[in-house]
């Protein structure tokens, strides 16, 4: 299940983010940098008016003079009563930071923030430093970026390096958590890698401005963006993949228009084959797929309505990512059944090429859809691929 973290500078924030339905209320000042430091007075007010009824976090900056004043700093805000406390490990002194916080953190929750946009020497985000952090007795990490103004999380690290990220994360033990100037249409696009929270601010405030003040329309997109947690919960029992759905989605009829939204020649460095050469390096495939969606609503300007191309693109380069793949079918029928788990989707065509084995392309091309007939969305999810019909054009591929 996937929290919605919302970032805010005071109570009166607080107070209009816990109306607004945020999970995790997350103090920080935007104007001090990324990770902006909480007074602890700010703190103490706002846990006492949150009195329990939502998780409270504090960040306590990321640029220290010494370990010593981070621990001290981190201290202080546990005192004042956050559940848990933020602590940025920029690479110049990541190691020492852990090593200075492990005997606070055997005691209170913390959470290391990791950035994106800088480069980890030694331990790297993709080689050891999670391991560290949760060594340390950290409770969780956390992505987010530096430099704010210079573009998103997504913009550093693609969905495939993000979900490896979270797959590290999972495996030492640590809940794992993705900000870093994060806007609107980011969401749909995090969620099916199942962070334990998104992590909001810029995107809830009035201009998309972090230094602004909440903004009760832009709160209120985020939040229906995110299914809230007893929605999650439900969908554990009736089998729907609700992390692709937002909380106002209306399931269409079998006789509602569709769209067609596709992704054409897009090309990928892929490990894919059967041959043993063909483990040595990756080759080159092209991409081609077609997306019949449901209109949920005829007529909207609304993005809660809107299946993205960028969940077609991202299934691609997450499939692709896993690793040595052994045949284009394969790869074909894993990226149809990823596009299917939205249940807007009513029929989707993969194409997939192989183009260094020719003087042309090699490869297949599938159908995948719905049963007809299917009235309920547990119906239309149910476990996934078992739940689509399959409709083969053409293959032979390798």
Known sequence: MTAMLASV???????????????VIDLKDPRAGALGAAAAQTVRDVVALVAGRRKVSAAAGDDFA???????????????????????????????LLKALAPLAARRPLVAVLFADLPYAGPSLTDGLV????????????LDTAVKGRGRLLDHMDVAALAAFVARCRAAGLACGLAGSLEPPDAPRLLPLRPDFLGFRGALCAGGTREGRLDLAAFA?????????????????????????????????EAAETDRIFVRDFLLPCSIGAYEFERAQ?????????VDVHRARLQSDDMRDVFSYDLVTDAIRIIAGRGHIELVETLAREI???????????????????????????????????????AALEDLFGSGAEGAGATPLRAGGR
């Open 336 to 374: 149809a059944e990823s596009v299917l788990r939205h249940p807007a989707v009513a029929r989707v065509t993969v194409r997939v090429e192989k183009l260094d084995v020719i003087r042309g392309a090699v490869g297949v091309e599938i159908v995948r859809e719905r049963p007809k007939g299917v």
């Open 221 to 253: 997109l985020i939040r229906d963006l995110i299914p809230a947690l007893e929605d999650e919960e439900r969908a554990a029992a009736d089998g729907v993949d609700w992390r692709l759905l937002g909380r106002g989605y209306a399931p269409p009829s």
């Open 9 to 23: 500078t005071d109570a009166a924030e607080a107070e209009a983010a816990l109306a607004g339905g945020a999970d």
């Open 131 to 142: 391991e560290r952090v949760a060594g340390a007795g950290f409770k969780g990490a956390m």
């Open 282 to 290: 990756k080759q080159d495939v092209r991409f081609n797929v077609d």
């Open 66 to 96: 010494s370990p010593a004043d981070a621990a001290a700093a981190a201290a202080a805000l546990a005192e004042a009563g956050a559940d848990y406390v933020k602590i940025g490990l920029r690479p110049e002194n990541a190691l020492a």
